[in-house]
Structure formats: structure tokens, C-alpha cells
């Protein structure tokens, strides 16, 4: 081995000392981003995930025990948070289905050729640390063909469904979008 390739050999384990120090120092943080995630664990440890009701005026009964049990699931897998019943909860998290319809998107001679179902949740998150409550609406459309009714679309569409709902909601509540 020559002298040059020794200091290279030295440069780049500095750069890796180095990364790996300020990787660590970003790690030890009590604030932190993972996944687009910044919750403050130093305060927020703690998470109470009410059912998610259906109150719109169609209801489909497999979306509100599907989208519950999907987010808790995503909290509880993308967050250090522990789910708890307690009312003490740090994040208290409870909400409804408000809309679920279904409207005309494309017309051809006529004819409906697509549709589009709309799903919508307002959410309330109550957060006890800093006694504060906020409440939001998350809504996503979805497009299918007009030749199908709804509930061969809902059935076609449902996996979808719950996914981008749980998606928005999750982030909404923990990312700073």
C-alpha cells in the first residue's frame, strides 16, 4: 500500500466517524422525524384511538371497523406511542365517517361513463399535555366505471379505501404537512 492510498484510507474513515457521530446525535433527540413522523416523545407517550362511527347517510358497514382497526394498526407501527383506553391518554383520537357518496365524474352521449365515490372522516384529536383540541377533515374521491353499481365498486375499491383514508388521517395527524 503507497501513501496515498493510506490517506485515503484515513479520509474516509473520517467521514464515516463523522456521519456516524452526527447520525447519532440526530437519534438522541427527543424531537426527531421517522418516516415524516415528528411527535415529541418526550411529552406525547401515550395514545387513546376511538371507533371511528359512520354517520354519513350511506353507510357502508365494513368501513368503519376496516379504517379503526387500519389506523390503530399504523400508529402502533410507525410511532413509539402506546395505545392505552384510558382517558388520560396524552392524544385522544375519535371521529365519523361524515360523507360517503357517490357522483357522476365523466358523460358520453348521454351516458354516465364514470363516477366517482367520495369518503370523508372529521376527526378530533384531543392532546391533554398541552391542553389543546383540534378537529379536521380528511376526504379522498374515488373514480370507478359507471357500468359497475356501487357496491361492485366498494367492493373493487374497498382495500383502496381504507389505505389512502387511514394514509390521510395518519398523516394529518403526525406529520407537519
Known sequence: MNIKDHYKKQNNLK????MLFFVSLLCSCG???FK??????SKIKTI??????NKARYVNPQL???????LQQKIVSQTKLVRTNNDDAHLQISGYISDYSVSTTAISSTQA??????VSVHLIVKNTVENKND???VSRNFDFSANLSLQQAEVQ????IVRNITDEIFNRLFSNW
Open 15 to 18: 467521514k464515516i466517524g463523522l
Open 31 to 33: 424531537i426527531y422525524s
Open 36 to 41: 415524516d413522523v415528528s411527535i415529541d416523545y
Open 48 to 53: 387513546k384511538i376511538g371507533f371511528i362511527e
Open 64 to 70: 368503519s371497523p376496516r379504517v379503526t382497526d387500519k
Open 113 to 118: 361513463t364514470g363516477n366517482r365515490l367520495t
Open 135 to 137: 378537529e379536521f377533515d
Open 157 to 160: 375499491l374497498q382495500d383502496e
